[in-house]
């Protein structure tokens, strides 16, 4: 398993993969993990290389490719029936699986860990993993994560006014909206599911 830093450096490859079609130079890595030196990234990248994580071509700059170990299986879990959340249904038992790759797994998705209540009317609680389309625009109404000013990013529901500025909605009744001028905002995202550990 790779250290917590190695995790870091390979989910910023899966990432900057997953936006761009290509992998991020060594400088890029680095920048965007505050690592003081290009040979440190590339000692992280060996130790990801050794444990069948990536593949390093190295007459290439950007030569780092994602590799599936071969041990990997898809995500599957057997699906037995459905279960009644209103008024009780019959059981019904199933033999049929669900492949949660196919709800979850695309090339241009990644996933952010949520910390604070602002969106809890929305049933998106304080830890809970949300899933993110990457896009630069958004419907109206859409839970986004929005950049302002080029440096916090946040998770809000985005409304865009008749004036040409921006709303940042939380769904917490105790949170006012947040307006501002539509160039302090950059949309990164949009939330496409959401999991929760119970455990």
Known sequence: MPTDRGREVLDFLRAYI????????LREIARHLEIGSRGTVHRYLRALEAEGLIAIEPARARGVRLRR???????VLPLLGRIAAGRPIEAVPGADEIDLSEFFVAPNRFVLRVAGDSMVEDGILDGDMVIVEWRETADNGAIVVALIDGQEATLKRLQKNHDGSVTLRAANSTMPPMRYAADRVRVQGVVVGQFRSYR
């Open 69 to 75: 170990k071969a041990a990997a299986r898809p995500f």
């Open 18 to 25: 997953a936006r761009h079609g290509r992998a991020p130079k």
